[in-house]
């Protein structure tokens, strides 16, 4: 999956915590699906000003998350995760990712998360707004 800077629409750095740590002493499963979850929050709110704390107008909720870990990432190394839109159908997203460390380049993990149009109100999914999709580019 890993192609070049030009192909990823967005990119997030954040820093491994020491609570990110698991006894490995190495980034945990868990804490790396979190820095997924801020590059992905960062990426969409930038897309459309999508404010993920309101359910007014138009949701977003997660559907599906798929990871290959490639190489352990240690504390206090930064990690680049890099965003772009995979697939965009009619009511969902697949929003692919890469993890790298910041100083060698090396490739942490890479994968995807599905995101569904849903409609907090009514409790159900809805088509996404054609405004997100064509800022998605589809």
Do not use: C
């Not at 590059?39 to 999508?50: E, F, H, K, M």
């Not at 100083?103 to 109100?121: F, S």
Request: proline share 4%; hydrophobic share 40%.
């Amino acid at each position: 999956m890993s192609t070049t800077d030009a192909d990823w629409p967005y990119s997030h750095v954040d820093k491994v915590r020491f609570g990110d740590v698991d006894a490995m002493r190495h980034l945990n499963n868990v804490a790396a699906l979190s820095f997924f979850e801020d590059a992905r929050i960062q990426y969409i709110t930038g897309l459309v000003g999508n404010d993920p704390t309101t359910r007014r107008g138009f949701g977003l909720i997660f559907a599906e998350m798929r990871v290959n870990y490639r190489a352990p990432a240690f504390y206090d190394e930064e990690i680049r995760t890099r965003v772009r839109p995979a697939e965009v159908a009619r009511s969902s997203v697949k929003l692919a990712f890469e993890m790298h460390a910041v100083g060698d380049g090396r490739l942490i993990a890479e994968g995807y998360g599905t995101v569904v149009g849903y409609d907090y109100a009514a409790g159900r999914s809805m088509p996404l707004p054609d405004s997100f999709r064509a800022a998605l580019g589809g």
